[in-house]
Structure formats: C-alpha cells, structure tokens
C-alpha cells in the first residue's frame, strides 16, 4: 500500500526554522518533491530531489532558505525551512514521481501525502 505521511508542520515566527519530514512506504526509490498550497492559491511547487539526492531543485522563493534532502534507508525526505517568512504560510506537500524534472509541476506527480500545515507569524 502507497503511503506518503508529512510531520513537522507547525508554528514559527518569522525568521525561525520548521523541519518538515515525510515517511513513505509502498514505493520504489524515485524523484521526491515538495509543493505548498497558501488558502486561496495554486498549488506551487517548493522544490525536489532526485532518487539519491544528488540533485535538487528550488523555486525562487525559497532558495537559500530551504534545503530538501532524503535519506533512503529510511525512506524519509526532508524540507528544513529557515528564514521563514509570513509568505510561507501554506498547507506542505510532499510527492513522489518517477520522472525527475526541473519543471516539477502538481500534473506530474503520481502519488500525495495529505499535507501539514505551516503557519508563519510576522
């Protein structure tokens, strides 16, 4: 059975740091993303990671802020977010798709977790 679990979220002033992390299981070691969805916008996407980490992507608007990493034996990916923002705020999702890309994109993901929420005070 395909799981995808997301912890991590929580509350931060801005400035401060948030670890997101997600557990999957039923799945082969492929591509990982992260997207975020603030109410009342898109889904956009954050940044991902291809199968052994050693490449990753990231919007503009996280760059040298957050850093995605994975660690296979645990079957477990990473966004640590520092320098957080009020802009943020958004509901985190993490996925996984068999085709990495620089273009990541919601359309091109195969399988979700169910979000965890983050929520950044100014």
């Known amino acids: 059975q395909v799981q995808l679990a997301e912890s991590g979220g929580g509350y931060a002033q801005a400035g401060g740091s948030l670890r997101l992390s997600c557990a999957t299981s039923?799945?082969?070691?492929?591509?990982m993303a992260w997207f975020r969805q603030a109410p009342g916008k898109e889904r956009e996407f954050v940044a991902s990671?291809?199968?052994?980490?050693?490449?990753?992507y990231y919007a503009d608007s996280v760059k040298g802020r957050f850093t995605i990493s994975r660690d296979n034996t645990k079957n477990t990916v990473y966004l640590q977010m520092n320098s957080l923002k009020a802009e943020d705020t958004a509901v985190y999702y993490c996925?996984?798709?068999?085709?990495?890309?620089?273009?990541?994109?919601?359309?091109?993901?195969?399988?979700w977790g169910k979000g965890t929420l983050v929520t950044v005070s100014s």
């Open positions: 996925a996984w798709t068999r085709f990495y890309s620089a273009n990541s994109t919601p359309a091109g993901m195969d399988y």
């Open positions: 039923g799945l082969s070691t492929r591509a």
């Open positions: 990671i291809n199968w052994n980490g050693g490449s990753t």
